[in-house]
């Protein structure tokens, strides 16, 4: 079990890693970097050189002020030594035997974010330090984390899956790095009120969940809308959800979402929505979870651009960005009706990550069909 989140994490990048190999100019990646052309195409900010670092210099500061952490001083340097290495060298030698090129069009080794798995090398550092005393720790060094590579998509200088699996590797190198000096150090070095907190998820309790989620949108129907470039073809979703339980395994979900919507001819539209409604918790097999759940609310659509998507990736400098800021109309706003299907992974105390699928309708224009999409996609979540 103490190497469940190392094996995890490796599953993750080397399913990245096939990935980044192959023509990726269709996919998630692709449309989310088109929704983010479109609503902060101007998007450059440095903090994330900083950020990635600040789980670190908590877990520094609170070490040196005397609140003792899981490890001594040594066996924490130790840990976090074989971690640095093991994050360092995953990291540089898929960048440079990958060789995918950044959406930025700057260099060719995008794949995977070493930002991302240094802010997630950190955060996990904390959580294996002070997350035994307070699960806030651990909450915190992850969502730092998340912020960091999330900013490298907004700064233009990552796809998504250059972030998750620079999240991955972050990740898989703690958990080695310490089972490694475990097995060297054994029982010393450790606090002795330090006590390993066993994996525990009683689903008869109450839940809060915050989640980060993201998925690709496939539109049904309408393909001869879509030839007359009425209807999209497809497109994306970013967005947070959470769930507030008014009894174990049920109560009130909301998700606050931008969109892309592509059409045939490269014109993409950012479309947002927020949606509410309730949820219903099966869980099973003691690590996994079944949840259905039914929303409605209220989305509207932007103005966008048209997009240089179709211009080939690997030759083009400018790998996405906006041309000559052409506008194109807006769908209007409307009803949006959804409902889904997601099955979580609980992964450790206070995290989990979550598969899904959900089918969406919106009522965007009257002189527009009802818009029906079907919605694949992910989420990581924090729940206590």
């Not at 088109?34 to 600040?54: E, I, K, M, T």
């Not at 706003?333 to 299907?341: F, P, R, T």
Request: aromatic share 12%; hydrophobic share 40%; proline share 3%.
């Amino acid at each position: 079990m103490k190497l469940k989140g190392f094996m995890i994490a490796l599953a993750m990048t080397l399913a990245f890693a096939a990935q980044a190999q192959e023509d990726f100019r269709h996919s998630i990646d692709t449309d989310l970097h088109a929704l983010r052309n479109c609503v902060v195409p101007g998007f450059h900010y440095s903090y994330d050189d900083y950020l990635q670092y600040a789980p670190a210099a908590l877990t520094l500061g609170l070490k040196a002020c005397g609140y003792e952490s899981r490890s001594g001083w040594g066996r924490m340097i130790v840990s976090d030594a074989f971690s640095a290495v093991i994050m360092a060298g995953t990291v540089n030698g898929l960048k440079y035997s990958v060789g995918r090129l950044r959406p930025d069009g700057s260099r060719r080794n995008s794949f995977p974010s070493g930002h991302t798995a240094t802010a997630f090398m950190t955060a996990t550092m904390l959580h294996k330090e002070y997350g035994w005393r307070s699960p806030w720790f651990s909450i915190g060094g992850y969502t730092a984390a998340a912020v960091t590579g999330i900013s490298r998509i907004l700064n233009n200088r990552h796809w998504l899956s250059d972030v998750i699996a620079g999240g991955a590797i972050g990740i898989g190198s703690v958990h080695l790095g310490y089972f490694i000096t475990d097995c060297i150090f054994k029982e010393k070095g450790l606090y002795d009120r330090y006590v390993d907190p066993e994996f525990y998820y009683n689903p008869a309790e109450k839940h809060y969940v915050a989640e980060l989620v993201f998925g690709r949108r496939f539109i049904l129907g309408g393909a001869g809308y879509k030839a007359a470039g009425t209807l999209p073809v497809r497109g994306s979703l970013a967005g947070l959800s959470a769930d507030v339980p008014l009894a174990p395994g049920t109560g009130l979900t909301a998700r606050a979402s931008s969109s892309s919507l592509t059409f045939e001819s490269s014109e993409v539209i950012p479309l947002y929505s927020t949606m509410a409604g309730g949820f219903y918790n099966f869980h099973f097999a003691k690590i996994l979870e079944l949840q259905v759940k039914a929303m409605a609310g209220y989305a509207w659509s932007g103005r966008g651009y048209l997009d240089n998507e179709m211009v080939d990736m690997a030759t083009s400098k400018s790998g996405g960005d906006i041309i000559d800021d052409v506008r194109v109309p807006s769908l209007g706003a409307g009803v949006a009706l959804g409902a889904g299907v997601g099955l979580s992974l609980i992964t450790d105390n206070n995290f989990k990550i979550k598969a899904f699928a959900d089918l969406e309708s919106m009522s965007l224009d009257n002189t527009q069909p009802w818009l029906s999409t079907l919605v694949l996609g992910f989420s990581t979540a924090w729940f206590w």
